[in-house]
């Protein structure tokens, strides 16, 4: 056995090496190496190695940075100071522990604009980043960017999708705004469909849809379309085939707030929906929300279409120009003073009128009536831009657009080969948007930005007809003439703020007021003629004023490394014939990052819209009403939920999304029985709808291939939509006439070369809900000296609402472009094919008697067979 001594030495040994293997000091020389790991894992090999212990606190010191280091035989102080430094992290030996800290450094503020070094276009979503603090910012839709870094800070890096990056040196001076302007990269084609931006992740349910992407998809008659690419994104629907509803998670398109440069647009269609207002050439950017609306946004349940049109270039002229089978357009922009002032013209008109006059819409019997129709559209976009200081700009801009129908409708009647009755009837609808806009734009600090805008909008419908009648029996002709019109107007005056304190967070706040006026539908009469006393009525003539006044604060931060919130909230007033509503409307959106490039996302929205449309379901044209909150009619709300999932490759060559939604709405309005337009118009409008409720919830799924000469997205949606009326199918709960189960788009682009670039688009959508009769009788028919003897009515019992379903559609759209670029021009030919394998897709359905087999039957009217085009472009 070991003696008493022995064993005292023993332990005084094993003492003696504890303490020397706990003793440490700066001058131990440490050698690390990581790889894209965190800095905690640093933190813990250097501990499990050198005996070593960190001491901090996880709410104050960030150590979630993946960082590669290699640190070979340095010694200990120099070494933690490699590690730590660039993170701003400091250290200090208390005890025997190594505690970390926040360093607290002076700090400065970088702002200014990053724009188009060619053009001196602003661009919307530039990136200014430190890659050594791991920190960063974005230019906001004005181009502005601020950014707090400490003023030890050599440099900042500036970047924007298919520019080369540029290095802005950090300054003292932070009260001028710097220009930061980068060079186009050319090899570099942009990227199709751009979902949500590195630092705005915390804005779920957003997609940035660029000009290249609307320019890549398949066109329509040669004609590229905003709304058309924005319709093919999951979680978005159109009408039937060819139509161009907007309808998302299963609101209708009366829900769907569109911005064009801050302004609202109510009507988006041309052509009844074959194609939007918005001419591509002179978009910037597109922002569209379906979900998690920012607090700066208000007014409508469904989603947010924010348009923001190229500014116009401050250095040289250029112009583009382009015609195809349906329309030409042109555009041209350039400098008034060179780096002071620009402008923007464009203009576009279809020439539909000249390939349709006197087209016959009915010519087949000798007898039957005959009919001749042509319609066209055009548009016009100014804006003018100028700066008075670095710190000061104006922009104005206008738009107008128009569509006209006009129809020529002959019949007669005969008895035994003698003319008994002639009737002429000529109509004319007009339909179209006026709207005008002022931005001044300021930037009051480093840290705080500015914008004011006061705009005007106009939407209205109108038709005339004249109907020249000879009845049996009489000399004369008679006139009968009548006029419809109805319009909204909105003026709005609005300031919005931007402060940001730090680089991960962003303070947005603002009010402003509207002014709509409504003009729900005036109907004029008049009868002249036929030894017939004449006849002069106006019906509705009501006008409508709404004072709508809103407040709102917003708030991006970054709270943790791996944690994004977006907090806000909406608080709005509505006045409207001595009625006050008013609302407080919450908004949250929540990202949290996981390892590998997983990204949970979720959020929460209440929203509130005190206008209302009276849609007419029976008619294609655009005759529907937008009518104010009233007494009985009081102002839709949603609540709306939703979380998903995504994934991008470790290059961002792919990227997948994953989405569920749930929605209510109260107080949405349909009209009751066969009440429409032209009979529920005027001051008892509110007296012919039904108020309900409605529920909408679905999944939504999106796989995008974003780099390389093959590009692309597929997008799916899984989607239910439901309306409840006390009034409509006997209270019982049915699916609204814009659910459709299923819709799958296929989107594909490839480029051969420098020079063509094909493009395919394949689109699947289910059904939607039909109401059909279930029963019909004969009505009576009283004859009049005014019209022609005719065949007793039809008349018909509908059955449950939304019973039946259409069939589905599905389309192939094919796309080829040609490009040949001079020195000082670029030239283009588009050679596009509709509906490729001529599927007949129903554009809308009808009853149809046939009174000799005593038959009736359903029809599907399908007006867009296969069509090919060719669109001739030039670029200077």
Partial sequence: MMSLFGRFLLGMLL?????????????????????????ETVCTILEQQYGIHFSYSRNIVDLSPLVTINVQNRPLKKALDEIFSPYNISFARIGDQIVLTVRKHPTSTISGYV??????????????????????????????????????????????????????????????????????????????????????QSTVSRLNVSPAAVKSMPRLLGEADMMRTIVALPGVSGGLDGGG????????????????????????????????????????NADFYKGAFPARYGGRLSSIVDISLKDGDMQQYHGEASIGLIAAKAMVEGPLKKNKTSFLVSARRSHTDMLMNDLAVNNNTQTGPKSKAYVYFYDANVKINHIFSPRDRIYLSAYVGQDKLSVRWEEGASDGGISTYYGDSRSNFLWGNYTSTLRWNHVFGPKMFANVTANYSQYYFSTDYKYYYKPLNTLDTGIL????????????????????????????????????????????????????????????????????????????????HNLWLNLGVHASGFLVDGRFYNSIQPRLGIRYQLPHRWVLRGSYTHMTQYLHLLANNAASLPTDLWVPSS????????????????????????????????????????????????????????EVVDIGKGRSYGTELLLEKKKGTTRGWIGYTLAWSERTFPGVNHGKTFPYKYDRRHDLEVVITQKLGKRWELSASWEYASGTPLSLPNASYEGIDDPSPYDPPQNDPILDHMGDRNKYRTTPMHRLDLSATYSKKKRLWTKSWTFSLYNAYNQQNPFFYTIVTDREKQERYLAEVSILPILPSVTYAIKF
């Fill in 481 to 560: 003439s009548g006029k419809y019109y109805s319009r909204i107007q909105n003026a709005v005056a609005k300031m919005d703020f931007e402060y940001r304190p730090q680089p991960k967070h962003t303070i947005k706040f603002g009010a402003g007021g509207i002014t709509h006026i409504f003009t729900p539908g005036v109907s004029v009469f008049q009868d002249n003629g036929n030894d017939q006393p004449a006849v002069d009525t106006t019906y509705g003539d009501v006008t409508s004023v709404g004072q709508e006044l809103y407040v709102y604060g917003e708030d991006e931060w970054n709270a943790l």
């Fill in 15 to 39: 003492i003696s090496i504890s303490v020397q293997a706990s003793e440490w000091d700066w001058r131990m020389k440490i050698s690390v190496a990581v790889k894209d790991q965190p800095l």
């Fill in 631 to 686: 007494g009985r009619v009081k102002p839709m709300f949603s609540r709306q939920g939703s979380f998903g999932v995504s994934k991008t490759s470790r290059r961002g060559m792919y990227a997948m999304s994953l989405e569920a939604y749930y929605k209510t709405m109260d107080h949405v309005i349909e009209y009751k029985g066969s009440a429409s337009p032209f009979n529920g118009a005027g001051k008892d409008w509110d």
């Fill in 115 to 200: 724009q188009d070094h060619q053009t001196g276009e602003k661009l919307i979503g530039a990136t200014v980043y430190s890659p050594i603090l791991h920190v960063g910012t974005m230019t906001n839709q004005f181009g502005f960017f601020s950014i707090t870094i400490p003023r030890d800070t050599s440099s900042l890096t500036v970047s924007y999708v298919g520019y080369e990056p540029a290095r802005l040196p950090a300054r003292k001076d932070e009260y001028t705004p710097v220009i930061v302007s980068l060079h186009p990269r050319s090899s570099l084609p942009e990227v199709i469909v751009d979902t949500v931006r590195p630092t705005e």
């Fill in 245 to 284: 509803s907007l309808n998302v998670r299963g609101g209708s398109p009366d829900q769907n707030l569109v911005l064009l440069d801050g302004t609202p647009i109510f009507n988006v269609s041309h052509l009844f929906g074959i194609f939007s207002v918005f001419n591509p050439d002179i978009v910037k």
